[in-house]
């Protein structure tokens, strides 16, 4: 049963692979798309502002998903596998109303703050503000059906609103209006006035989807909630979503403290174009998230430990092709898309892919702690990469700019990275790294 079970799960993941390849190429192309017209069309400082106020909307918005979409997909692909339909109607309905109540206090912090510190700021700083915590509830949503979506073993297309729907919406958005109205005057809170448009279009687009693919037992079940512990696993999920938001938004929070809107522009930019080291290891972590879970929820140690093996090896053989394109051709192509005034963030954009390289180097370590149930342990490794993070950027960026920020990005990288692979080998006997060979897990045989 066991190898029948393992076989269909190898042919989901070869298949879910090339669809998730894919999604992902096209995620990475319009992101970037949409990353350089607004960079382009707004110029450094206005995007500047735009970058910062997403990145604080972003800080705001942890409370709304509190661990959820990671919870939702667990739970899902474990309640699929076992088909407890109470249970996973019950996830639904919780996760809908924990992710209300949360999304309507985070925009309430975020008005009450304006109205303590709205008069340090512009008028177009606070209305782009605005519309950015419009934004926030959209995307929980958005996250929610895709985690569900994904859970059910749509791996591809539950992925396709908020990875290819909503950047490509963005981009299309921005370039119709460039090129139908000339003189159109773009500015920051009107580009988060677009993204809210293409948000709402992908919460459409997977709200749809995921009522199209919801198994038709659920229309009779009962529900089934285990509130204990759901709480138990979100707080702990939440905690390390927020910290990882923290960790990944923390450069570019420090960078406003000591240097300029325009630096911030420029960073953003540097931040979109490295990420195409990255990809590979995003769509390999998408596709086998459902696996892992199921392979633990049968104990599949030495599938488990093959899975992570073959995929940190790929992402890693992946990553590097981008990366020495960066370093040989990066900054001719910044100055050809962008224009001379982003030239400056080369060396930035260069050291950011080193980190993604890294990390592609210790493959499924995050992932597969999340789903076997070692959230403390992501807790524990993301905090003190934080903590990391936080004092190089304090003594790098005055010293550096935007290079000092790229560098405490890479050495808090590393420093995580080691913490959670050391922990998922002794405490899993899974070595998730390009090094790792197959053996049995301490837990099971």
């Not at 474990?78 to 209300?100: C, E, F, N, Q």
């Not at 209006?177 to 709402?200: D, E, K, W």
């Amino acid at each position: 049963m066991r190898h029948l079970l393992n076989d269909r799960l190898t042919a989901l993941l070869v298949r879910g692979g090339i669809g998730s390849l894919a999604v992902n190429s096209g995620n990475i192309f319009l992101s970037m798309a949409a990353a350089f017209l607004l960079a382009r069309l707004l110029g450094p400082e206005d995007y500047g502002v735009y970058a910062y106020v997403f990145a604080v909307v972003g800080i705001l918005a942890l409370p709304a998903q509190f661990g959820l979409p990671v919870l939702v997909l667990r739970e899902t692909a474990a309640a699929l596998a076992t088909r407890d339909w109470p249970i996973l109607k019950g996830i639904w309905l919780w996760a809908i109303a924990v992710a209300t109540a949360m999304c309507a206090l985070s925009i309430a912090a975020g008005f009450t703050a304006t109205l303590f510190a709205g008069s340090h700021f512009s008028v177009a700083e606070i209305s782009t503000f605005y519309w950015g915590l419009a934004l926030i509830p959209l995307l929980v949503f958005v996250r929610l059906c895709t985690a569900a979506v994904r859970g059910l073993q749509y791996r591809v297309t539950g992925q396709v609103p908020d990875a290819i729907l909503r950047p490509g919406t963005l981009a299309l958005i921005l370039l119709t209006t460039a090129l139908v109205y000339p003189g159109y005057q773009f500015s920051s809170n009107g580009a988060m006035r677009f993204h809210c448009i293409a948000a709402s279009a992908a919460l459409l687009a997977s709200a749809i989807i995921f009522w199209a693919v919801k198994p038709d037992e659920i229309k009779t079940s009962t529900v089934e909630q285990k509130h204990r512990n759901w709480i138990s696993s979100a707080l702990p999920l939440g905690l390390v979503a927020g910290l990882q938001l923290i960790n990944y938004q923390i450069d570019i929070l420090m960078l406003g403290l000591f240097m300029s809107a325009d630096d911030i522009g420029i960073y953003r930019v540097m931040i979109q174009a490295a990420r195409i080291v990255y990809f590979c290891l995003h769509t390999i972590n998408v596709i086998a998230i459902p696996t892992i879970a199921q392979l633990h929820a049968i104990q599949d140690w030495v599938g488990l430990q093959r899975l992570v093996t073959l995929a940190a090896r790929i992402a890693f053989g992946c990553a590097l092709f981008p990366a020495i394109l960066l370093y040989a051709f990066g900054q001719y192509g910044i100055f050809v898309l962008l224009g001379a005034e982003y030239e400056s963030g080369t060396t930035a954009m260069i050291i950011l892919a080193v980190a993604h390289l890294l990390t592609a180097l210790t493959g499924l370590v995050m992932p597969l702690l999340s789903m076997i149930g070692l959230e403390r342990l992501i807790l524990g490794g993301v905090s003190f990469g934080i903590v990391v993070n936080v004092l190089c950027n304090a003594i790098l960026v005055p010293i550096l700019g935007i290079n000092g920020a790229a560098w405490a990005t890479l050495i808090s990288t590393v420093c995580w990275n080691i913490i959670l692979c050391w922990g998922a080998l002794q405490h899993s006997g899974i070595h998730t790294t390009i090094f790792g060979k197959v053996r049995i897990g301490k837990y099971g045989h």
